[in-house]
């Protein structure tokens, strides 16, 4: 008749020693051995700390109405300009009659409450006799992450073109994109202000050109947002007026973020417990050579052979 397994348990034998021995002495190490050298492997391994973590998010950006048109002439002192810049600006301003009409719309394709796609719509009036040259548009944008690691500031997204021939019009389709050149902090519940103030900040009595201030400040900040042109068409042609049209998409952008101290254990330990467990199967196998083999001092404490209690064999 054949047998088959029905159950069945481990006989645990046990080594014991005096605290201060041979045997303590290499039990001890190989333990130390076991928690330290799996921490050095994956530390020089590299990638053992998280020190940069990334996360995709479409922003939520919005237009406060302020920005800044210059467009230069085949006469550099007298360029069109115009522009709403909340009262900073408006005594630089040149020719600001020419600007005939200004539109801007945003429209949330998707449904998720958040702009999809900023279009703007200039209308200008080309005074007689006159030839453009060059187009520079700023646009004052209201920029917010809110998922991950909250952000609010002010950002810019810049259109610039220049002309081999008299233009008429010109479109311009283009992607928002976010550039930053540190990691953002990442504080939970607290939001990033740094760069949530105006850009239009220009001291009157400084004689440095009004737009190149606002440029060379931007370009200092650390983090930035700026256009990236899929496409652009002009067209050629004295008609007396010109339209430009600016259509801006906003798409999900990835940000680079520093991890908190939570993040990083959890990004650590299973390299490391993974390695610990490699090494306690290796030591395990090199304590009972040892033990079994009497290369150290210790009692062996057998569960079966207890004819008055404990029986212990000393090595």
Not at 267 to 281: E, G, H, K, N
Request: glycine residues 4%; aromatic residues 16%; hydrophobic residues 40%.
């Amino acid at each position: 008749m054949d047998l088959y397994k029905l159950f069945s348990y481990n006989v645990e034998v046990q080594y014991v020693s005096c605290l201060i021995s041979k045997a303590t002495f290499f039990t001890l190490t190989t333990t130390l051995l076991n928690l330290i050298l799996p921490f050095i492997i994956a530390y020089r391994g590299r990638g053992f700390w998280l020190r940069s973590h990334s996360f995709n998010e479409q922003p939520e950006i919005h237009f406060p109405y302020e920005y800044l048109l210059v467009v230069e002439t085949d006469d550099p002192s007298k360029p069109l300009e115009c522009g709403d810049t909340n009262g900073k600006y408006e005594h630089f301003l040149k020719n600001e009659e020419n600007c005939l009409e200004f539109q801007v719309q945003e429209y949330d394709l998707n449904g998720d409450q958040k702009p999809d796609l900023l279009d703007f719509k200039f209308i200008l009036e080309i005074p007689e006799g006159r030839t453009i040259k060059s187009i520079m548009i700023v646009f004052i944008l209201d920029f917010q992450l809110q998922s991950v690691c909250p952000l609010h500031m002010q950002s810019l997204a810049l259109v610039n073109k220049e002309f081999a021939t008299p233009p008429s019009g010109f479109k311009y389709f283009g992607d928002l994109q976010f550039y930053q050149i540190s990691h953002l902090p990442c504080k939970q519940n607290v939001i990033h202000t740094k760069y949530n103030n105006s850009l239009f900040n220009f001291d009157k009595s400084n004689n440095e050109n009004a737009l190149d201030y606002i440029l060379e400040n931007y370009f200092v900040r650390e983090v930035t947002t700026h256009t990236k042109t899929l496409f652009s068409r002009s067209q050629n042609g004295h008609a007396g007026l010109m339209q430009i049209q600016i259509s801006l998409r906003v798409p999900e952008m990835e940000i680079k973020y520093l991890p908190s101290l939570m993040e990083e254990l959890k990004w650590a330990w299973p390299q490391y417990l993974s390695l610990v467990i490699i090494f306690y199967w290796i030591f395990d196998k090199i304590k009972r050579f040892v033990f079994q083999n009497r290369l150290v001092m210790a009692w062996e404490i057998t569960p079966w052979k207890k004819p008055q209690g404990v029986t212990r064999k000393k090595y």
